[in-house]
């Protein structure tokens, strides 16, 4: 039978299964054949298929896993390996704030990259947009910047509602995943969408023996966005709340090709004078430089890109 991986830890996942029962769910074997190695063998959004359990009904074990459309994933530094967070998306979105807790524009610079290298759609969501910094100058100008380079930039309050009727109007029949640093505010975007949703999760928590909800894992919720908000009757979502993350670490990406994914340097990287060979960095003749100086590269971004080369190649990592 096939089901639909709600959440899980360890070898112990919640399923939906296609006749309408969600089960506890082990990975027979105890390993998923894919073909790539993962920290966590499964993630919120993918589809399994499962042999249900001939004695207790409320259980299974996973027989298969369903290919993937597409993953999310970060590197794991005590794994060392990348860690799942959400598979089949149809947007990611990067959750991030103006204050409380302080804007970080790099770590969206680097959540842009991971979703390029998965292909998958972005959509930056400026939460908290009702406080006091949301006006603040370099902020604006920083959402400017993205916007300019064609990335989707929605500002809400999950507070007042501002910007909820897009939001809801871009992710309704979807599935999409909230990522984004702890205290940024995506389980409270949650509950302005569908205010039963964290409810919900948490009692089928308390029904498995989990305890009441925190998002310290991953959890799918299906959505049924409030009217006042949609607009419309029965407006659902899938939607993955993924746990608040202190650094995000990139994969699958050559610390050499870091500029293929920062879409105000591609262009140029054929015009510099020593080619392939330029480092960007300190070369005469260097057209990503000039760019830079002549402000057509906003310095942040470049100093960003600087980062992130750097980080991959040397495996010193930045939070």
């Given at each position: 039978?096939?089901a639909l991986v709600l959440s899980g830890t360890n070898n112990l996942f919640t399923c939906e299964c296609d006749d309408g029962v969600i089960r506890q769910c082990s990975i027979k074997g105890k390993v998923i054949k894919t073909d790539k190695k993962f920290y966590n063998p499964l993630a919120p959004g993918d589809f399994v298929e499962i042999e249900i359990d001939p004695i207790n009904n409320d259980k299974g074990q996973v027989i298969n896993l369903i290919p993937r459309t597409n993953t ?248």
């Open positions: 039978m096939r999310f994933a970060r590197w794991n530094i005590k794994g060392n390996a990348p860690q799942l967070l959400a598979s089949n998306l149809d947007y990611l979105i990067l959750v991030t704030t103006p204050d409380e807790p302080p804007f970080r524009p790099r770590f969206i610079d680097r959540e842009l990259i991971q979703a390029d290298v998965a292909g998958i759609t972005p959509l930056i969501v400026c939460n908290k947009c009702d406080v006091e910094g949301a006006e603040d100058p370099d902020f604006l100008e920083r959402i400017s910047i993205w916007q300019n380079l064609g990335y989707k930039v929605l500002k809400v309050s999950a507070k007042t509602g501002e910007g909820l009727k897009e939001l809801s109007d871009i992710i309704e029949n979807k599935t999409t995943a909230l990522v984004g640093q702890s205290g940024i505010g995506k389980s409270s975007i949650v509950n302005a969408l569908d205010n039963t949703a964290v409810q919900r999760t948490g009692e089928l928590s308390e029904k498995y023996g989990r305890g009441q909800h925190t998002t310290t894992k991953g959890t799918l919720m299906h959505l049924n966005i409030d009217k006042k908000i949609s607009g419309k009757e029965n407006t659902a979502a899938n939607l993955i709340d993924t746990p608040g993350i202190r650094r995000f670490i990139l994969h699958e990406i050559d610390w050499q090709d870091t500029a293929l994914y920062f879409p105000e340097m591609k262009p140029l990287l054929g015009q510099c004078k020593f080619g392939a060979s330029c480092s960007h960095i300190h070369e005469p003749g260097c057209k990503i430089l000039e760019a830079v100086y002549a402000g057509v590269i906003f310095e942040d971004r470049y100093e960003s890109w600087k980062r992130i080369t750097n980080e991959i190649k040397t495996g010193d990592f930045d939070e």
